[in-house]
């Protein structure tokens, strides 16, 4: 983390740090697999991201067609005939292994690599883990943002607790978002407005992540500190929050940690990567406050990596993210397990 606030040069494609070394983006690729990971690379494009490409892959053609990315690739289309795979994981993977090449041509040279899905369907649950392994075969770092389906899906539901179990194995930092959380914090939402309700988050979280690196920032993390938090990070635990600069940070913090998304104890985390976002009236001394006050709510070992970063529309407002990874079995969870 470089404590140097970084300055763009004449030459407006290239960032300079105080010593006049160029800072070289990282390439970083959000790849939506099946049709809810196409709809979360579709509210990404919506909130529009800076310094990351889209590549949206389904096995459904009419489904793709429809995607708002960079590159849409059919996927096994002679496997699933461009029909999808109707729940069918196992297709999914078929259909994947057969289009490999295009996967593995659509990631190359990228550095880091998310790899959204819905779990539960065939698609998504099938080519989440190899795509994730492609692009761990060639030298990203794959994290996985993947949502778990509603229990009223119940079909679905060993699916893709099968499939997380697969995925887990082949990415770097594993996310899931449970649906199940969206619904019971709004009960009166249908399953459509939970989907989006999740989708938004998820496309909220890879963009801040993304942008975290690839802008210039008040405190600056660099894609090193992403490697540092996302290489082993295993099945990990995310957060989102805003809330206003005359809020206590403390209190802030708590409340973000109040309602998680997820089912994972986060008190277990051996790393966190924080970023906090405000508008120009935010102060070193309020960010530094809101990563102690969560750190404190951490391991006492915990190693907690945090940036900071202006943006003039949130005059006023604060917005905080935060990635806890290894997370350790804890006394609540002495497994560690997700379920
Ligand atoms: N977050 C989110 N989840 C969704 C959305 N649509 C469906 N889901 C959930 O994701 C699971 C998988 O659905 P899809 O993504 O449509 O399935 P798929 O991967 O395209 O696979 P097939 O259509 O079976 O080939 C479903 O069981 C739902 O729980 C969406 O738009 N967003
Ligand atoms: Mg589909």
């Given at each position: ?48 991201i800076d ?72 698609t998504g ?177 915990a190693n ?36």
């Amino acid at each position: 983390m470089s404590f140097e606030e970084p300055f763009r040069s004449l030459d407006r494609e290239k960032i300079y740090n105080i010593h006049g070394e160029e800072l070289v983006s990282p390439k970083i690729l959000v790849v939506g697999c099946g049709g809810a990971g196409c709809n979360m690379v579709n509210r990404l494009t919506n909130i529009g991201i800076d310094g990351a490409e889209t590549v949206a892959l389904d096995t459904d053609r009419q489904h793709l067609a429809m995607a708002q990315a960079n590159r849409k690739i059919p996927v096994g289309t002679n496997v699933t005939r461009g029909l999808g795979t109707d729940g069918d994981p196992d297709l999914g993977r078929q259909a994947a292994k057969r289009s490999r090449w295009s996967i593995e041509e659509a990631l190359e040279g990228s550095d880091l690599i998310f790899v959204a899905a819905g779990m539960g369907g065939g698609t998504g649950t099938g080519i989440a883990p190899i795509v994730s392994q492609a692009a761990r075969d060639q030298g990203s770092i794959a994290v996985g943002m993947v949502s778990l389906p509603l229990s009223e899906e119940e079909a679905r539901t060993s699916a893709a607790k099968k499939g997380i179990e697969e995925l887990n194995a082949k990415t770097n930092t594993l996310i899931v978002f449970d649906n199940n959380r969206v619904l019971s914090l709004a009960p009166r939402l249908t399953p459509e407005q939970v989907f989006s309700v999740t989708d938004q988050l998820i496309a909220e979280i890879i963009k801040g992540i993304t942008e975290t690196v690839t802008l210039p920032s008040l405190i600056n993390l660099d894609y090193a500190d992403v490697k540092t938090i996302m290489n082993n990070g295993g099945l990990s635990f995310a957060l989102m929050s805003e809330g206003h600069l005359d809020d206590d940070p403390e209190r802030l913090v708590r409340s973000a940690l109040k309602t998680p998304l997820m089912e994972a104890d986060y008190r277990g985390a051996a790393d966190c990567l924080l970023h906090v976002t405000g508008g120009h009236d935010l102060t070193l001394r309020y960010a530094a406050a809101v990563s102690s006050a969560l750190t404190r709510e951490l391991d006492p070992g915990a190693n907690v990596i945090w940036g900071a970063r202006i943006r003039k529309e949130l005059t006023g407002r604060i917005s905080i993210i935060a990635i806890m990874t290894k997370l350790r079995p804890t006394e609540a969870e002495p497994r560690g397990s997700w379920w």
